[in-house]
């Protein structure tokens, strides 16, 4: 039977499958129109599928009654269960049980996760209990989106490969891949274009959402930056630049992680924010409450009120330059001076104290005692390059997928031509918006 029927059929509790259903595939005589010859055919038994889920806190014993099985057999039934385990059946899982209507329940499957469901099956000498694994499929496919205001709307609108719901994630796992190169809150402009080869994972059950990100290319204020995957010796992901450099660095680029601030992109020209006249630093409009990261590993210098910073924490990274986060919410437990920091950890949450009328994260960066601008500042060159043994495998890689990507790409413009971005060759799908970037 297809699964699709089974699905239709199962909904809603107890269906009961005529008999017809079970025999097709079967030749079926000729009849005159208005008469069913029923005593033609062997009697098909009818089956029942009755279909529930586990309530919380119920008993393995008090489901399988449930489903139709006497008390004596139901124990029959769990006796010996390795693969069913009690205990860890949660709430809500799907059971699917077959009744005989002489015979009675035949089989019980528990649908564990999308992809691993238990059968329990009746058998001439008692139950068996089998697990069936119903395997993933990967697929690759590319999305390639033109910036008309945010990394996150480009994305939602170009990749159409995949379910609206997950679209966000992939933008954030994009972000995730560039987030020591590109301060994507900030550097992002009109006209910008990222383009990306991503693993596309598929349930049984038709559950679609993104896999791995294989490649991408990020053209960004006239710069390309591609990001390539090679897996080290301990399989971990890490991406290259083109040069072969990896692209994790001793700064990242932005010190609010994207995932967290990319709601609140509506406010980032907001009038409060620039009530502040002393201005030597970035501006992150965020919620308050909102992580702050320190961005690259360093000692506490200072951790407390600043005057028109409100509560601030100062970090000292090796090479010299010194961080300055303010405003903040709330200092995190443990950064006061003379406390280490390491990459990406939180030292506060945003908030509005000191000279700030919304909430948002000011954020400086000083050498030798002199403001610079962050983005000159935390502009990454490259972190490691790859060992010398890996460098011809690493070339042979990262050609076979951009020339994957690039071939994609291509095709997708040849069929959705004309282009409505100029400059934007290559790149077929076009965020609608306008507004709310630049500066
Ligand atoms: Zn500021």
Do not use: C
């Not at 009697?43 to 008993?59: F, L, N, S």
């Amino acid at each position: 039977m297809s699964k699709a029927l089974t699905k239709a059929l199962v909904v809603g509790g107890l269906v009961v499958l005529a008999a017809g259903a079970l025999t097709i595939g079967r030749p079926v005589p000729q009849r005159s129109a208005g008469h069913v010859f029923t005593d033609t055919l062997p009697a098909a038994p009818v089956i029942a599928v009755r279909t529930d889920t586990i309530h919380k806190g119920e008993p393995l014993l008090a489901v399988l009654q449930r489903t139709g099985l006497g008390l004596d057999e139901a124990n029959r039934a769990i006796a010996g269960l390795e693969l069913l385990d009690a205990r860890k059946v949660r709430a809500g899982t799907e059971v699917v049980a077959q009744v005989h209507p002489d015979s009675g329940v035949q089989h019980v499957t528990f649908q564990l996760a999308i992809d691993r469901v238990v059968k329990l099956a009746r058998t001439t000498t008692g139950w068996t209990e089998t697990e069936e694994r119903l395997p993933w499929t990967t697929d690759t496919v590319a999305v390639a989106g033109v910036v008309a205001s945010t990394l996150t709307g480009a994305i939602v609108t170009a990749a159409t490969e995949f379910p609206e719901r997950v679209r966000t994630e992939l933008a954030y796992g994009i972000a995730d891949v560039l987030e020591y190169r590109i301060d994507l809150s900030r550097d992002l402009r009109v006209g910008d274009s990222i383009s990306v080869l991503v693993e596309r994972e598929t349930a049984p059950n038709g559950y679609v959402r993104p896999g791995r990100i294989l490649a991408t290319r990020a053209k960004v204020a006239g710069n390309t930056l591609e990001a390539t995957r090679f897996d080290d010796a301990e399989g971990r992901a890490q991406f290259y630049d083109a040069d072969g450099k990896s692209l994790r660095a001793a700064f990242l680029r932005a010190p609010l992680e994207f995932r967290r601030i990319s709601s609140v992109f509506g406010s980032r020209k907001h009038p409060v924010l620039k009530t502040w006249r002393q201005h030597n630093g970035l501006d992150y409009a965020a919620s308050t409450g909102t992580p702050v990261r320190a961005i690259g590993n360093g000692k506490v210098i200072f951790a407390g009120w600043k005057g028109g910073y409100g509560r601030t924490v100062e970090i000292r990274h090796n090479n010299g330059m010194v961080t300055r986060y303010g405003h903040l919410n709330s200092i995190a437990r443990g950064i006061r001076s003379g406390a280490s920091v390491s990459i990406a950890s939180t030292i506060g949450t945003v908030g509005m104290t000191g000279l700030a009328t919304g909430p948002h994260l000011h954020f400086e960066t000083l050498i030798n005692g002199v403001h610079r601008d962050p983005r000159t500042a935390l502009r990454n060159v490259g972190g490691e390059p790859l060992p010398s043994k890996d460098k011809a495998a690493f070339a042979l890689r990262r050609n076979a997928l951009f020339a994957d990507l690039s071939a994609r790409v291509y095709a997708m413009q040849d069929r959705n031509a004309p282009l409505t971005v100029p400059g934007a060759a290559g790149i077929r799908r076009v965020e609608a918006r306008a507004a709310g970037a630049g500066n």
